[in-house]
């Protein structure tokens, strides 16, 4: 399979704790972004990567998110002191400069 | 504040109709339009995008219309088939602003056998 790939899948955590997901974008896209969509809501924009730069970040990324791209190829969102409202699916998505964004399956996050 | 929105939170179809979902936006500086499909428990599937400088493009089975005068896009697919049941999504990029996608809410196909 060609196409963006997250892991894990669900992640399940108790409040407090620090979960950490990956990405990997489609190869040779330099572009990488991070969505994060609740239910019955569309995807709303976290961050995106430009190769290893973190060129745009929305106040929905409060201090406790961080997202990295060290070698422009992966990402990894980690989100700190999960909170019951961190509950949602975290996608990823990538593209080839500022064209077509292709979305990954996404990492269901439940909060306990 | 975002500005792309949906008129029609459900729609029903019979298999084998047409099928027309409406996106509506009110930013003047949106250039970048794409429709996304959604199955239960996946991410957003491409589907057909368009640039503003554009009134119309075909895919197989989908034509995106743009009309920049009201403000409003919309996604035809033709002779729905089962598989096409799933929630829809129009978003949009702003011109010489950022690369984050806007989207609305999402509209709910159901198609009956």
């Known amino acids: 399979d060609t196409g963006v790939s997250q892991d894990p899948r669900h992640k399940i955590t108790k409040r407090g704790q620090n979960v950490t997901f990956r990405c990997d974008p489609i190869?040779?896209?330099?572009?990488l972004y991070w969505y994060r969509q609740t239910l019955g809501q569309g995807p709303e924009f976290l961050t995106y990567?430009?190769?290893?730069?973190?060129?745009?970040k929305s106040r929905l990324l409060s201090d406790r998110f961080s997202a990295e791209r060290p070698k422009g190829s992966f990402s990894t969102l980690e989100i700190q002191r999960t909170e019951q409202g961190d509950s949602a699916m975290y996608l990823c998505?990538?593209?080839?400069?500022?064209?077509?964004?292709?979305f990954g399956p996404g990492t269901r996050l439940t909060v306990l | 504040g975002e500005s792309v929105g949906l008129h029609l939170p459900t729609l029903s179809v019979q298999e084998g109709d047409n099928s027309i979902i409406n996106c509506a936006y009110s930013?003047?500086?949106?250039?970048?339009f794409i429709w996304y499909k959604q199955e239960s428990g996946k991410g957003p599937q491409f589907i057909i995008d368009?640039?503003?400088?554009?009134d119309k493009r075909q895919g197989q089975r989908v034509t995106v219309l743009l009309n920049k005068t009201v403000k409003h896009l919309s996604l035809q697919i033709a002779a729905t088939q089962p598989g096409d049941s799933a929630v829809y999504f129009c978003?949009?990029?702003?011109?010489?602003?950022?690369?984050?996608?806007?989207f609305g809410k999402g509209t709910k196909l159901t198609v009956n056998p």
């Open positions: 998505a990538s593209s080839l400069e500022a064209t077509t964004q292709f």
């Open positions: 190869s040779e896209h330099n572009r």
């Open positions: 990567f430009q190769n290893e730069a973190q060129l745009e």
């Open positions: 930013n003047s500086a949106s250039d970048y």
């Open positions: 368009i640039r503003s400088n554009m």
């Open positions: 978003a949009e990029t702003i011109r010489g602003g950022s690369e984050k996608l806007v």
